[in-house]
């Protein structure tokens, strides 16, 4: 079904082997805490957001609506592994799926990525006859066998995953006969990226040829290194109509809807924020197809759209579970989304600012190609 979230292939590692990879993918990325390595966007603001797109140069791409993970690739005495990495920090190993480093025989692959992590989006693209195709859009590089490139700048970055990584992978993948090849996971793709100034083309031409949903804009700095945990040099941009927030479900009574929604503090502590609007004819449909009472609502983590109006007095409806998530947003970025709602730009606005941002970039291009 369009939309859907795709289901992650694999196993998961069993906790001690996983404990094991984690303290790993910590010293690959020089982490003092085995903690899930990700960078993490913050929200678009009209306020902050322009002058920096206007101040610094900035990649724009898609944002897809799909699993982000991370890829491991590791070598051992049985060969190539490759793991998929949650937001949970759950490992997951991956079978029929090998990396072939770029200078071997794509024929007859030998050598395989070894320490090697990338970061990707897993989505599942329906075609129009109703095919469906899990794909891996690959937006980032952290290790590169065992070479850190956390600190290129994002353009070095970006080639480093083209030419070692998903070019190998597909060419490999092609070249497999078919039987083969259909028992691989999934195919690998770079995510396109336009300079900041190519909102237009990524909306208007990229978008629409997508065979899955796409929710928004990532504005990436082509000068930040990659930043574990929050990094303000990457900036989530959504319509204003369109920001959602992630919770977790605690329902006080079943019986008359009465669904608190609980902020994440941080550790374990959660706190009352506000009401999910249900509607009693949503169950068994849409979003909520299965669920056969809000009972089985109680300590899902869920993403929850401000909407005032759909089942007042509560302000914020249902979208979707969020299982890939071990919490909801945390305070701090939830007052940040709030923020950004009072302080964004719907798509025109954002467009009308395509030339002065396109101005601002030929400037400082000029100014480095002087001797």
Request: aromatic residues 8%; neutral net charge; charged residues 20%.
């Amino acid at each position: 079904m369009a939309g859907d979230l795709p289901i992650i292939p694999g196993e998961p590692v069993p906790h001690h082997a996983c404990q094991a990879l984690q303290q790993l993918v910590a010293n690959m990325t020089s982490q003092v805490r085995p903690s899930f390595p990700g960078s993490q966007p913050v929200s678009f603001t009209k306020t902050t957001s322009i002058p920096e797109l206007l101040g610094s140069n900035y990649l724009v791409c898609e944002k897809s609506d799909g699993v982000r993970v991370l890829v491991l690739m590791l070598v051992n005495e049985n060969g190539p592994q490759t793991f998929l990495i949650t937001r949970k920090n759950e490992y997951y190993l991956v079978p029929f799926c090998m990396f072939p480093t770029p200078d071997t025989d794509p024929y007859n692959p030998q050598i395989f990525h070894d320490e090697t992590l990338i970061d990707a989006e897993l989505v599942v693209d329906v075609y129009p006859n109703g095919h469906t195709e899990r794909k891996l859009l690959g937006f980032d590089t952290l290790v590169v066998n065992g070479c850190n490139c956390m600190s290129f700048n994002l353009e070095k970055r970006l080639g480093y995953l083209n030419l070692h990584v998903v070019k190998p992978f597909e060419r490999m993948r092609r070249n497999m006969i078919s039987s083969e090849r259909r028992k691989v996971p999934f195919i690998a793709e770079m995510k396109r990226f336009e300079r900041s100034y190519g909102v237009h083309k990524v909306q208007f031409e990229t978008i629409p040829r997508l065979q899955h949903k796409s929710d928004g804009l990532i504005f990436t700095s082509v000068a930040s290194p990659y930043t574990p945990g929050t990094c303000d040099k990457i900036i989530k941009w959504k319509p204003a109509s369109e920001n959602s927030i992630d919770f977790k479900v605690h329902v006080a009574d079943a019986h008359s809807l009465d669904i608190r929604l609980l902020v994440w503090q941080g550790a374990s502590n959660y706190s009352e924020f506000g009401t999910l609007a249900i509607r009693p004819d949503d169950f068994n449909r849409n979003a909520l197809a299965g669920v056969r009472s809000a009972s089985d609502l109680d300590g899902k983590i869920v993403e929850a759209l401000y909407d005032p109006h759909y089942a007042p007095p509560a302000q914020w409806r249902f979208m979707r579970f969020r299982d890939d998530k071990p919490h909801g947003n945390h305070i701090s970025t939830v007052h940040k989304i709030i923020d950004s709602m009072g302080d964004n730009m719907e798509l025109p606005e954002l467009l009308g600012c395509m030339l002065a941002i396109r101005a601002a970039w030929k400037a400082r291009e000029a100014s480095a190609a002087k001797p």
